[in-house]
């Protein structure tokens, strides 16, 4: 009778393309999958450049080294996401500068971003919650005023688009994840779109420890050397083996996951209806990937005892982010600018409903059916 939050998805070719790896005897990165894979992405997002990375947290990390940034610089990202998009830049000495949310999509308020603005201010990164895309526009257009840089945190947003665009693929970089909470999994990894023809180079040769390998593997210089600073961001082959199996089934990956978050959004209109909880609202410019189903209580409603209602249950369900503000390393690191009302409520009040393939009808009709009783019954 238990029904898990998350359960990973395996496509049935994921170990056949392992072996194949292994009988072609090329184990380290950038063997004919990781090409594969990458070309996927190009085509998917149109970026100048996909390049696979061990995370999504190695992509923003890249992308820090890519632009430059420096002790002391300042770039404006919401609170409300996971540790690696600040991280990334506090690595290069840089300071993050929160701003709350939109009460709507839960992704960085658009309005709050150009306020926040500093001589000190190097870069954007937008982090499109759930799958659902940011109010991109606006931002390009705030970032080319102020010729400021444009990092997307597209870490839920594969197979998402923003306006027809695939996200990840608008701003000057764009960071995945494919870790196996998400949809598309490789069990840990990631990639960095670079989407500026400019920065392809110098993003190859920061990916490959600082050298231009990849250039001298494809014949265009004789020998690679030392050419800047930059790590080791590569997956092993192994890894993108098993991610091309995700990707040629990424379609029917997003429709079969589309269904189950439409069938919750139809048995939960009920509720919302009497003002018990509040459903996911999705732009109309949004076409989302269905990463996840959560709902938003009312504030005065107390989230861990339906929570633990639900665990009593055997459902599994969990709340999200610890807004990064409020944390230790962000009080010690980062800056707010502005009130952050909707960041501090929407975040206590959020709890993520089990979705993955494979979790039948009746499943979440019966997850509905407690929660039902859990509000209409306190």
């Known amino acids: 009778m238990q029904i898990l939050f998350n359960k990973p998805y395996i496509t049935g070719k994921e170990l056949y393309y392992i072996s194949r790896a292994h009988e072609m005897g090329r184990l380290a990165g950038d063997g004919d999958f ?56 506090v690595l290069r000495g840089a300071i993050p500068i929160f701003v709350d949310i939109r009460p709507d999509t839960l992704n960085i308020n658009e309005k709050r971003i150009e306020a926040a603005i500093t001589f ?36 839920q947003g594969v197979m998402s688009k923003y306006k027809g665009r695939a996200l990840g693929g608008i701003g000057d970089l764009g960071a995945y994840s494919f870790h196996e909470t998400k949809n598309v999994i490789s069990g840990e990894g990631g990639a960095l779109l670079v989407n500026r023809p400019d920065f392809v180079r110098q993003a190859e040769i920061i990916r490959e420890k600082g050298t ?18 930059g790590s080791s961001f590569l997956p092993g082959e192994l890894i993108a ?6 990707l040629q089934e990424a379609e029917s990956i ?33 076409q989302h990937n269905a990463h996840m189903y959560y709902i938003l209580l ?50 206590a009040q959020l709890i993520r409903l089990p979705l993955w393939i494979g979790i039948s009808q009746t499943q979440q009709e019966r997850v509905c059916s407690i929660l039902d009783n859990l509000l209409m019954n306190p």
């Not at 970026?47 to 420096?70: D, F, G, K, P, V």
């Not at 606006?138 to 870490?155: N, P, Q, S, T, Y």
Request: net charge negative; aromatic share 8%; proline share 5%.
């Open 212 to 229: 231009d390998r990849s250039r001298f593997f494809r014949g265009e210089v004789d020998k690679y050397t030392w050419q800047s600073a």
């Open 120 to 155: 000190r201010t190097k870069a954007i990164v937008p982090v499109h919650y759930a799958g659902v895309a940011c109010e991109m526009d606006e931002i390009m257009a705030i970032a080319r005023k102020h010729d400021l840089f444009v990092v997307e945190d597209a870490a």
């Open 298 to 347: 009312p504030e005065q409603k107390d989230r861990q005892s339906v929570m633990d209602g639900l665990k009593a249950q055997q459902i599994n369900t969990v709340f999200h982010y610890v807004p990064l503000h409020s944390s230790p390393a962000g009080q010690q690191l980062g800056r707010v600018h502005g009130n952050m009302t909707n960041t501090d409520a929407l975040s």
């Open 254 to 286: 997003t429709q079969t996951r589309l269904s189950a978050w439409n069938y919750y959004h139809e048995l939960l209109a009920p509720l919302e209806a009497l003002g018990l909880l509040r459903r996911p609202i999705i732009p109309t410019e949004c």
């Open 241 to 246: 083996a098993f991610l091309w199996a995700q």
């Open 34 to 89: 990781t090409a594969n894979c990458h070309h996927w992405m190009e085509q998917n997002s149109g970026c100048s450049r996909a390049l696979l990375t061990h995370s999504c947290t190695a992509a923003l990390e890249m992308a820090a080294l890519l632009l430059n940034i420096q002790p002391g610089d300042e770039v404006i990202m919401p609170s409300y996401t996971f540790v690696s998009t600040a991280n990334a830049f």
